[in-house]
């Protein structure tokens, strides 16, 4: 086994810039990585040519270039506005942005609307709405009819509708889709790296302060919201790229032989991290564990919702008991508890009847957040049961010994305390 085809290879090391270095951010220590109001605030401020970032309107002008040529946005917008050498006109009132010059406010939570910004010198709005969660049925609609269409009538002035989540979903309602154009984060996170963080913005900004608070809003979107660092399908590639290296490594993996290995041509943490992460994501260990706790499981009291599959890494399961709960207080199948390859979670289906009144209580829960929410359901608890390192590290015995005591005690433990919240919820 020649290793150093591996290290040399442009392909390989290109993978190893691109790892996850679990960079501190505060938004994790505050427990802020997911909540909207924070995300909100921070675009808001980003939009601000008055704020500290001494960017002036750069974030705004790269927004808007950003969102013209994003999906089929530029079909809705060509009516409206025209980018070219000269910038962004505004055909409504045929005149260019200057962005150095104009004047736009910033308003939050305005009319409950997320982020709206105006310039009444050019009778110019855009109106977004910040949905890292599920969308409120009828709210779109609403903001535009009965707020801006009173307030700011299309005669007059020109108006963008943005429907910013974490893929680029559109609206649910058909009416919505006309109006709301498509937004994803992954555009936020680009226009933050190629030029609010670039070397002349940068010397623009001056303060590493707030250098390095912008550095960790991003991290923390690419951690959190869009799976920037899932690097499966180029771990992919490079093992079938490296095919027979690879396979070396799994039979040293599997005899506790390959830190010892990976020592002994000393290499750095990130380069290890790198090599163990193509090992155990094409060793698919990840849904063995999975499938075989499920099997493991079947002879207790539960009901599995959704078997583990080589593309869907967990397993569903709602507990007699919790089943129970919901259905004496008149539901049926909503909540449920979800193994994934590294966490215990609870959550529900988005669409459940209660959903809405159970996310305005879970804030003054002492036991429940909002981990995760989408069209699909909402995740309220996580555990962490297994890290990377357990995954580099442990043999598939290991890792099945360490998973199944952690779900032991999860159902001796915290199981009961969390059911009887549920039902105090409900």
């Not at 429907?163 to 979903?169: H, I, P, R």
């Not at 199948?333 to 193994?339: D, V």
């Not at 909002?370 to 390192?389: G, P």
Request: with cysteine; net charge negative.
């Amino acid at each position: 086994m020649n290793i150093e085809l591996l290290l040399n290879d442009n392909d390989f090391n290109q993978f190893v810039e691109k790892t996850d270095p679990d960079e501190f951010t505060f938004y994790d220590v505050l427990d802020m990585a997911h909540y909207e109001i924070r995300h909100s605030n921070t675009i808001a401020w980003l939009f601000d040519s008055k704020a500290i970032h001494n960017l002036k309107n750069l974030f705004l002008r790269k927004f808007i270039e950003t969102l013209y040529n994003y999906k089929n946005n530029r079909e809705k917008l060509d009516s409206i506005i025209k980018i070219d050498e000269k910038g962004i006109l505004l055909k409504k009132t045929n005149c260019y942005i200057d962005f150095n010059y104009t004047e736009f406010e910033i308003r939050r939570e305005w009319k409950h609307i997320d982020i709206f910004v105006l310039s009444e010198e050019l009778k110019f709005l855009i109106t977004i709405e910040n949905k890292p969660g599920t969308e409120d049925p009828g709210q779109l609609s609403s903001y535009k009819n009965d707020v801006i269409d009173k307030d700011y009538k299309d005669e007059v002035y020109t108006r963008i509708f943005i429907f910013l989540t974490l893929d680029g979903t559109p609206p649910e309602e058909q009416e919505d889709k006309i109006y709301w154009l498509p937004f994803d984060y992954g555009q936020i996170v680009k226009i933050i790296d190629q030029y609010i963080l670039s070397e002349e913005s940068i010397k623009c900004i001056n303060n590493f302060r707030v250098e390095d608070f912008i550095r960790q809003y991003s991290y923390n979107i690419k951690k959190n919201f869009i799976n920037y660092y899932d690097l499966t399908n180029h771990a992919s590639v490079l093992y079938n790229k490296h095919k027979t290296i690879f396979d070396s490594l799994i039979e040293i993996k599997n005899s506790n032989g390959l830190n010892d290995l990976l020592n002994k041509y000393n290499l750095n943490r990130r380069i290890q991290d790198s090599i163990n992460y193509i090992i155990h994501s094409q060793s698919n260990i990840e849904f063995k564990i999975l499938k075989q706790l499920a099997e493991n499981i079947k002879s207790k009291a539960i009901s599995i919702i959704h078997h583990p599959q080589e593309g869907q890494k967990w397993l569903s399961i709602t507990p007699h008991e919790l089943k129970s709960i919901t259905e004496n207080k008149g539901y049926k199948y909503t909540f449920f508890i979800a193994f994934e390859p590294k966490t215990i979670s609870i959550e529900f289906y988005a669409e459940a009847d209660f959903s809405k009144n159970i996310l305005k209580r879970i804030e003054s829960s002492n036991i429940f957040n909002i981990y995760r929410s989408d069209h699909y359901s909402v995740r309220i608890y996580q555990k962490n049961i297994l890290t990377e390192d357990d995954y580099y590290q442990k043999t598939f015995e290991e890792l099945l010994k360490t998973y199944e005591s952690a779900i032991n005690s999860f159902f001796e433990d915290e199981a009961k305390i969390i059911y009887n919240e549920i039902s105090l919820l409900l």
